[in-house]
T-cell receptor, first 117, second 119 residues
Framework: AQSVTQPDIHITVSEGASLELRCNYS??????LFWYVQSPGQGLQLLLK??????LVQGIKGFEAEFKRSQSSFNLRKPSVHWSDAAEYFC???????????????FGQGTILTVHP | GAVVSQHPSRVICKSGTSVKIECRSL??????MFWYRQFPKQSLMLMAT?????????EQGVEKDKFLINHASLTLSTLTVTSAHPEDSSFYIC???????????????FGAGSRLTVL
C-alpha cells in the first residue's frame, strides 16, 4: 500500500525567504505525485503534479517540486515566499493505473506554513 | 475549466438525522468521483470511490450503510450521511476525475468541501 510522509508539521519562514517542504512516499511502482494547498476551511488547490518525464516540475504561484526516485522524495520549493502563501500544504500519491483511477490519492499529514512579515 | 461544485458548504444537523452532500462537475464528465473526510487538524482520508452507474467501492473501515454514495450521472455524485452522530462531524471533500469535452484532457478536480456539524 502506498504511504506519504511529510516530516514537518509546522514551518515558519520570513517573507521573501526561500521555502522547501519535504515529502517522502512509499509506493511499489512509478507514482503519480501531487502537491496541494489548503487555506483554512477551504478545499484543495492543485499546485503541481508529476506523472512522468522531467523530474523538475513547475507549478502555479512560483512553486516547483523535484521528483527523486532514489530518495523516494518529492519536495516542494519556492525561492521567495509571500505572505499569501501561508496555508497548509499536502503531498499526495496516486496509483499509476491509467485513466482517472490515479485519483485515488493517499495524502501526507500536511505541513502548516506560517509566514512572518 | 474543470470546475467541481460542492454544496452545501456548511451544514448543521441534529443527531439521528440524515444529511446529503452534492458534488457536481460543471464542465466535464466525471466518470469517477472520490469522497474524502478530513477531521480537524488531520489529513484527508479516502472514504470511497464511485464510477458512474456503478456501486461505490468503500475503503476499509468505512461503513457503506452509513455513508451512502450515489453516482447516477456523469455530472453528479451525492454522499448521504445517514443517522448522523456527533462523531460524524467532519469536513467532507469530493473530487471528480474525468475528461474535458472541449480539450479531451484528463482532469482531477476537488470540490471546496462541506463542513458537517452534528449536534
Amino acid at each position: 500500500a502506498q504511504s506519504v510522509t511529510q516530516p514537518d508539521i509546522h514551518i515558519t519562514v520570513s517573507e521573501g525567504a526561500s521555502l522547501e517542504l519535504r515529502c517522502n512516499y512509499s509506493y511499489g511502482a512509478t507514482p503519480y505525485l501531487f502537491w496541494y494547498v489548503q487555506s483554512p476551511g477551504q478545499g484543495l488547490q492543485l499546485l503541481l503534479k508529476y506523472f512522468s518525464g522531467d523530474t523538475l516540475v513547475q507549478g502555479i504561484k512560483g512553486f516547483e517540486a523535484e521528483f527523486k526516485r532514489s530518495q523516494s522524495s518529492f519536495n516542494l520549493r519556492k525561492p521567495s515566499v509571500h505572505w499569501s502563501d501561508a496555508a497548509e500544504y499536502f503531498c499526495a500519491v496516486g496509483r499509476n493505473a491509467g485513466g482517472t483511477s490515479y485519483g485515488k490519492l493517499t495524502f501526507g499529514q500536511g505541513t502548516i506554513l506560517t509566514v512572518h512579515p | 475549466g474543470a470546475v467541481v461544485s460542492q454544496h452545501p458548504s456548511r451544514v448543521i444537523c441534529k443527531s439521528g438525522t440524515s444529511v446529503k452532500i452534492e458534488c457536481r462537475s460543471l464542465d466535464f464528465q466525471a466518470t469517477t468521483m472520490f469522497w474524502y473526510r478530513q477531521f480537524p487538524k488531520q489529513s484527508l482520508m479516502l472514504m470511497a470511490t464511485s464510477n458512474e452507474g456503478s456501486k461505490a467501492t468503500y475503503e476499509q473501515g468505512v461503513e457503506k450503510d452509513k455513508f451512502l454514495i450515489n453516482h447516477a450521472s456523469l455530472t453528479l455524485s451525492t454522499l448521504t450521511v445517514t443517522s448522523a452522530h456527533p462523531e460524524d462531524s467532519s469536513f467532507y471533500i469530493c473530487s471528480a476525475g474525468g475528461t474535458v469535452k472541449s480539450s479531451g484532457a484528463n482532469v482531477l478536480t476537488f470540490g471546496a468541501g462541506s463542513r458537517l456539524t452534528v449536534l
